[in-house]
């Protein structure tokens, strides 16, 4: 049994795990939970039987297998590679750190304490995400030549929140929600060759970056993937709704409706899978999570491969500033065994 303490008990882990911890009991015993807030970390123990509460991290550390971390990005970096330095697994929220050499030293300290470094692109663990990949993959729709992501949301923090501020957010929306979509598109099409990112903040003026952003990729093959995300969408006809088009036909994964159907000679048909449920991807990540400490095999969406999409998105911004197409070839999943350089 794991032995797990949540560091960082607010929206994310309230919403997203606490309810879910009961289905992953024969793997994972939440023994604390820390929070800066006494009375976020006393709700989220007081769930479990047998936790305690905490304020300061460093306390639990002796107690302690492995943690979830869930706190403010620019906060991921200090308190994972501490962590990590103490010996612990680290499920770390996404992105993994705001800079390129943050991330690279918290790989380095999984790999030198031999310790399970895993990041949380939660999406890649939803049912209909991987129904749609399952589908794709046994040749349905035959080749893939344009994958199409949209996420519109009204996300609206208050004034002095950390998530409105470039330097604690790491960027923008693109850096901290279309992380997750980068990550997929290069999960599912491969090798990125080129692209482009426009953002703005019109209509989402609490965001000091943008707000709404839209990115094209070139693949290897020649395949393209887009993904269209806002914070500031007032209402939506699409919600999460990905299009997968190939030269047999279309797969739309309808989030909203929880449904994957297939679009072919002009008939739409629901392709059968096992229905998400709410909350299902959380407890699929943690299980996940629990399973390669108890293997010691390479989480999906380890620390080396986490990098990748973060380094695309960085480049997606720099090219961006300087009005051209980025370069994207030498920074995708190709240099993922490649060694370190601190």
Not at 190 to 213: A, C, D, F, Q, Y
Not at 269 to 284: A, D, I, L, M, Y
Request: proline letters at 3%.
């Amino acid at each position: 049994m794991i032995r797990l303490a949540i560091i960082g008990c607010g929206g994310m882990t309230k919403n997203s795990y606490l309810p879910r911890f009961q289905h992953v009991a024969d793997q994972i015993r939440v023994v604390a939970a820390v929070d800066t807030q006494q009375d976020r970390a006393d709700h989220a123990a007081s769930l479990f039987e047998t936790a305690r509460a905490e304020t300061d991290y460093r306390k639990v550390l002796d107690d302690i297998d492995a943690v979830l971390l869930a706190v403010p990005h620019h906060l991921h970096h200090p308190i994972a590679l501490d962590c990590l330095n103490a010996g612990k697994h680290v499920l770390l929220e996404k992105p993994m750190a705001n800079t390129e050499q943050q991330c690279l030293e918290l790989i380095e300290a999984a790999e030198r304490e031999n310790k399970t470094l895993m990041v949380g692109y939660i999406m890649r663990y939803h049912p209909l995400t991987l129904a749609l990949k399952e589908t794709i993959d046994k040749g349905l729709i035959g080749t893939v030549f344009q994958l199409s992501l949209w996420t519109e949301q009204y996300t609206h923090h208050p004034d002095g929140h950390w998530a409105n501020r470039a330097v604690t957010l790491g960027g923008g929306q693109l850096f901290s929600h279309g992380c997750h979509y980068i990550d997929l598109l290069m999960w599912f099409l491969g090798r990125p060759v080129s692209g482009v990112h426009i953002g703005t903040n019109l209509g989402t003026s609490w965001m000091e970056k943008e707000g709404t952003s839209n990115v094209t990729i070139k693949f290897e093959g020649g395949a393209l993937g887009y993904h269209a995300g806002t914070w500031g969408a007032r209402g939506t006809r699409l919600g999460y709704s990905f299009h997968a088009h190939g030269e047999k036909g279309m797969l739309e994964a309808n989030f909203t409706l929880d449904k994957l159907i297939l679009h072919q000679d002009n008939t739409d048909e629901h392709v059968r899978f096992r229905g998400s449920k709410e909350g299902k991807q959380s407890e699929n990540q943690l299980s996940h999570f629990a399973h390669c400490i108890e293997t010691g095999s390479t989480p999906d969406t380890d620390g080396r491969s986490s990098l990748q999409s973060l380094r695309v998105i960085w480049r997606l911004y720099d090219a961006e500033q300087r009005n051209v197409v980025a370069d994207l070839t030498g920074l995708g999943l190709d240099e993922v065994e490649e060694p370190l350089q601190l």
